[in-house]
């Protein structure tokens, strides 16, 4: 069974940073797709950031660019979102999830963790 836990969300100043981390189990970590995406109260799903394991290659929404890198650990089978610089508009549940194509669209990915709440005061 496919399991995804997210940690690492909390309330931080603007200004600050936070470490999300995904915790992945149940399959094979060598080819594999993961997305953030987070979710704000009264908005629709967002793509934040997203990594192919055949590639490489990541992308970023362009809100975050500069700000936020994605990493992964398959040793830990982890993959993380570094968030700097935050601002009270990243407010959101932040979610990770896993596919088999790296992409943005909520859609593409089949497997989803519960959610961490992200809150940065002003």
């Known amino acids: 069974e496919v399991q995804l836990v997210e940690s690492g969300g909390g309330l931080v100043q603007a200004g600050g940073s936070l470490r999300l981390s995904c915790a992945a189990s149940?399959?094979?970590?060598?080819?594999?797709?993961i997305g953030w995406f987070r979710q704000a109260p009264g908005k629709e799903r967002e793509g934040v950031s997203c990594?192919?394991?055949?590639?490489?290659?990541?992308y970023y929404t362009d809100s975050v660019k500069g700000r936020f890198t994605i990493s992964s650990d398959n040793a830990k089978n982890t993959v993380y979102l570094q968030m700097n610089s935050l601002k009270p508009e990243d407010t959101a549940v932040y979610y990770c999830?896993?596919?088999?194509?790296?992409?943005?669209?909520?859609?593409?990915?089949?497997?989803w963790g519960q959610g961490t709440q992200v809150t940065v005061s002003s």
């Open positions: 990594f192919g394991s055949t590639d490489g290659k990541t």
């Open positions: 149940g399959f094979s970590f060598d080819e594999y797709a």
């Open positions: 999830a896993l596919g088999d194509i790296p992409g943005t669209t909520a859609s593409m990915y089949d497997y």
